[in-house]
T-cell receptor
Framework: GAVVSQHPSWVICKSGTSVKIECRSL??????MFWYRQFPKQSLMLMAT?????????EQGVEKDKFLINHASLTLSTLTVTSAHPEDSSFYIC???????????????FGAGTRLSVL | AQSVTQLDSQVPVFEEAPVELRCNYS??????LFWYVQYPNQGLQLLLK??????LVKGINGFEAEFNKSQTSFHLRKPSVHISDTAEYFC?????????????FGKGTKLSVKP
């Protein structure tokens, strides 16, 4: 159980184009999904927290207009990198948290990640 | 401020030897603790977690960790490692009552198991 699918796993695009990454919880409902960015040989940096049906909460320093997040359902969140540039090349990882309730323990389950290369 | 420290960035070890990966945290409130493993070019896989109860938790792949509240530590151990355990290991903390379950990650420890 608790499987998170992320697609695509690897994408190469030209500078100036937009790229959409999908994150799906396959066997549970996730009211909250998270988007992380990981630079080579570094830890994960939280970019934004995505709540179903509401606007995402972005971390300080993350451009809202560049990294568009949509959480349209309890099982799907998308991250769109708009007008991508080479400096946006990175490994992007999503996670989904089991829907809260009494005794919810803030457990995040992670997708396999998406490697974005902008030429 | 709340933080997570993984004291060792790299840990080389020979196959079948025991290993301990260290993790300390700083917090003024109760915490939930996690260890994740990341294989090359992959996402994070949950190894084990401490939420409450017994301070010794067992996870997948023969790993275990012990929560020590007085030392604010959550070290990860395995009595005998395999080549396949070579990966990056991340300690993470979620703070009780924290905003939407946000995780704070340590910088990671690269475990290299040599034959």
């Amino acid at each position: 159980g608790a499987v998170v699918s992320q697609h695509p796993s690897w994408v190469i695009c030209k500078s100036g184009t937009s790229v959409k990454i999908e994150c799906r919880s396959l066997d549970f409902q996730a009211t909250t999904m998270f988007w992380y960015r990981q630079f080579p040989k570094q830890s994960l940096m939280l970019m934004a927290t995505s709540n179903e049906g509401s606007k995402a909460t972005y971390e300080q320093g993350v451009e809202k207009d560049k990294f568009l997040i949509n959480h349209a359902s309890l099982t799907l969140s998308t991250l769109t990198v708009t007008s991508a540039h080479p400096e946006d090349s990175s490994f992007y990882i999503c996670s989904a948290m089991v829907a809260g309730g009494p005794g919810a323990k803030n457990i995040q389950y992670f997708g396999a990640g998406t490697r974005l290369s902008v030429l | 401020a709340q933080s997570v420290t993984q004291l060792d960035s790299q840990v080389p070890v020979f196959e079948e030897a025991p290993v301990e990966l260290r993790c300390n945290y700083s917090s003024s409130v109760s915490v939930y603790l996690f260890w994740y493993v990341q294989y090359p070019n992959q996402g994070l896989q949950l190894l084990l977690k401490y939420l409450s109860g017994s301070t010794l938790v067992k996870g997948i792949n023969g790993f275990e960790a012990e929560f020590n509240k007085s030392q604010t530590s959550f070290h990860l151990r395995k009595p005998s490692v395999h080549i396949s355990d070579t990966a990056e290991y991340f300690c993470a903390v979620s703070f009780y009552g924290g905003s939407q379950g946000n995780l704070i990650f340590g910088k990671g420890t690269k475990l290299s198991v040599k034959p």
